[in-house]
C-alpha cells in the first residue's frame, strides 16, 4: 500500500479505480485560456470567484491576498477532484456519508486528547497530532481494493470544509473571503455537507430594521443571511432552522417578522407543511415566528384608551399569517379525505398532529411569559387549529368557549370587542385564502366556518352578528360584488329577524343630515285639516274612517273655500299678496306642530298647507317632521298596508270653489317650484295620492310629480341678478326681502312676481339652511 506523506491529510493522493497509483493527479486550476467550470457565475472566459477574489486586494495587504489566493485555489482544486458528480460515492443523505462526515470530528477529538495526555506527562510532539489522521486514513483506505477506497473522497471533503470552519471561527479569513468560500462550495456539494460552515458564517448578532421596507436580504450588514439565502432557494431545508435559532437568541430583531422580506417567507413555509417529509425544522420555524407575532400583537392603549379593533401592522400580520397556515391545513385535509381515489387517511393524521403541535407549543411558550396580553394570541391559534382541523373533539374548543364563556353583550367590554373583531377577521381571512386555492365562493368556506363555531357554547347573537360582519369583511378581500351582495343580503335578513323577534313591523326612516329624528315610542301627531291629535293606536281606525268622511270633508272644504272667497273680495289683492308671511309669522308665533294631511281629498285656502307635502314654515315643522327637505336621499321602506299608494287617484276638488286664495305667493317659503297656479277656465290637476300608511309614507310634492329638468350651473348658487324677474317692494322698487333676492333660483317661481314679506332674521336663515340641504335641479315652472 502506497503512503503519502504524512504532513496533512488534505495532501494525501486521493486513488481512484480509473487511476495507477503511479500517475498524478491532474487536479491543478484550469489554464487561462479554457473556459471556467464553474457552473451557475456567468463565467466564460475567466472565473468570477477568482476576479471577486481580486478585488480585495485594494482592501488587504498583498501578503494576506496572497495567502486568501492559495487557500481558495487549493480548496478548489480538492472540491473538483472528490466531487460527487465525478465519483460514484454515496449519497449525501445516506448512512456512510453521514458518519464519514463525522470523522474529522473524531479525529479533532484524538488530537485533543493527546495534546492533554502529553501536559500532563511532561512530553510534546510536535507531529504527533498529524500521526493520527494519517492512522485514520491509512485505515480507511484499507478497505477498498488495491487502487484505494471509493468513499474516502467523502471524508476528505468533509475535514478540508472542517479546516475552512475552523480558519474562520478563530478570525482568520474576512467575511466576504469566506462568503466567496460558501459559494465555491455550492458548486461541488449540497448545502447539507458543509451546515457548519455556513452557520459559523450566518450567526451572529443584526440590527434593528430601520423602515418596513428595508430588505433582509439586501443590506450590506445583512449579507451573511443573503449568503444563506443563496444555499436554500426554496426555503424548506436550512434557511427555516438557522431563522429560527436566531429569533430564538435574539439575535436576529423581532422587528425584521414585519418586514416585507421575512413575509415573503411565508407561503412556502406553510405549503412545506403539507409534504409527508420529514420537516421539523420548518415547524420550529413556525412556531418562534407565530410566538414572536403574538407577543408584538399584543393590544395596546393608545393615550389610554382601550383598543377594541384589529388595528396595526402587527395584528394584521399575525392574522394573515395564521388565516395562510390554517387554510392550508385545512386544504389539505380536504383533498385527502375527499375522494376515495386520493383518500389518505394517514396524510390527514399527519396535517392534524402537526397543527396540533404547532398550536400547542405557541400557547405554551406564551404562558411562559406570564404576559396579560397573550390572551389575544392563544386565542386566535386555537381557533385556527379549531377551523382547520375539523374535529369535534379538538383540543382548542375549550379555549374558545372559555372565552365566550358567560358573556352576554360585548358592550362596555374592549376585550371582548377586540375578541369579537378578531375571530371575524380571521375567519373572513380563512375563508378568502381557501377561495383562492379552490375555486369556489369564499361565502361557502365562512358559512361553514360559522356552521363549526355554532357547535360550541358561544352566544348567538353574537354569531348571528359575525356572520354579517365576516361577510362584509369578506367582500373587502375579494373586492367581489356577489360577495357583498351576499353581505347585503344577510344583513336584511338579520334586520327582519331582529324585527320580527322585537314584534316591530312598520316604517323605517333613515335620518339625514340637517334633520332630527322623532324619538321612538312618541306615538302621537298632530294632523293640520283635523286640528286633533291621534295616538298610533288610532291610525288604524281613522284610516277605516277615511272613506266614510270624505263627502264630510268636501263639504267642509268648501264651507272654507266660499268664507275665504268673501275675505278676499274684502281684503283686496294687496292683502293676498302678504298672507303667505301672515301665515308663516302665525305659525312661528304660535308653534304649531304641523306635519302632514293624511286627507289627500280636501284643500285649504292656502293651497299648499293640506296638498300632502310637508310644511317648512316654522322651526318645529323642521325639528318635528319626520320627512326631512332632503326625503330624495333617505330610504323609506313601509309595512304592508302602506303599500296602498299605488290606489287609484281621489276624487278632484270642485273647481268652482277655486278663487285667487288658490293661487301660490311668490314670498311664501312653503310654495314648491311645482305648485302650478290653475286657471279659472281650466280644471286643477289632481293633488297627489298620499300613501295610506301615515306621515312617515309622506313625501313633497315636488318629489312625486314628474317635471321638465332644465339645465343649471351651480343648484345651490344664488341669483344676486334677479334671474330677470320683476320685484315689486312696500314702496321701493330695489324689493326689500333679502330672502327672495338672495335664495336659489330653483325656489323662486319663474313667472310671477315676487312680493316683499316681513319676516325675521331667524326664519330667513332657517329657509336658507333647509334649501341648502336639498340637492334638486332647478324646474322649469310653467304658467297656464
Known sequence: MCRGSAASPTTRRPRTSSKAPDEPPQVGPPSTNSRCIHSGNGCKTKCAFETELAGFRPTVDSE?????????????????????????????????????????????????????????NGTKSAVRGAGVSFEIYSELESLGAVDGWNHLCLLLRAHAVQIIQEAATEGLLEDPVTGLLIRLCLEYMPPTEFTGLIETFVVRQYPKPSSADDDLFASLAHQPLRTLRSCDPSGTSILPRILAQLLANDLLPAGWILNKSFITLWPATVRHVTHMKPCQNTLDFIVITLELLCALASPRKPRGVPQTRLRGKSQTTLISTVAALGAVVLLGVEGSTQSPETSSPTRAATLRRRMTNITTACSTNLKTRKTPSRKLGTYILALCAFLSISEPSSAAAPTIEAAWKNVQTCRGNPALLLQYDATTALMSAMAWHCSRGTGLPPHFYL?????????????????????????????????????????????????????????????????TPGTETRPAGGGRRRLRSSGVVLSEGEDEDEDEDEDEDEDEDEDEDEDEDEDEDEDEDEDGAADGDTEGSGSESEAEADEVDVDVDVDPVSSSPDGDETDGSVSMSSETDHEDAAPSPNTETSPVSVSGSQLETESEPESESDPDSD??????????????????????????PPAPPTPAGGFLAARPRRLLLSRPMTRAGDELAFDNNGGGVEKKGDGDGDGGNWLSRKKPARFRPGATATATTTTTTAAARKRVARASLVYLQPVEVVVY
Open 64 to 120: 494576506r491576498h496572497g495567502l486568501y489566493e492559495s487557500v481558495f485555489k487549493a480548496f478548489d482544486a480538492l472540491l473538483r477532484v472528490t466531487s460527487p458528480r465525478r465519483n460514484r460515492a454515496a449519497g449525501p443523505k445516506s448512512l456512510l456519508a453521514m458518519c464519514l462526515r463525522k470523522v474529522p470530528d473524531y479525529i479533532a477529538g484524538l488530537e485533543e486528547w493527546e495534546r492533554q495526555e502529553s501536559e500532563e
Open 659 to 684: 278663487s285667487d286664495s288658490n293661487r301660490p305667493h311668490p314670498d311664501d317659503d312653503n310654495n314648491h317650484d311645482d305648485d302650478i297656479a290653475p286657471s279659472k277656465s281650466m280644471p286643477p
Open 447 to 511: 358559512s361553514q366556518f360559522c356552521d363549526r363555531l355554532e357547535a360550541l357554547a358561544l352566544p348567538p347573537a353574537a354569531l348571528a352578528n359575525m356572520r354579517v360582519d365576516g361577510a362584509f369583511r369578506l367582500a373587502e378581500h375579494t373586492g367581489d360584488l356577489r360577495d357583498l351582495e351576499v353581505a347585503e343580503g344577510l344583513s336584511r335578513a338579520r334586520l327582519a329577524l331582529a324585527e320580527a323577534q322585537a314584534g316591530v313591523g312598520g316604517e323605517w326612516v333613515a335620518a
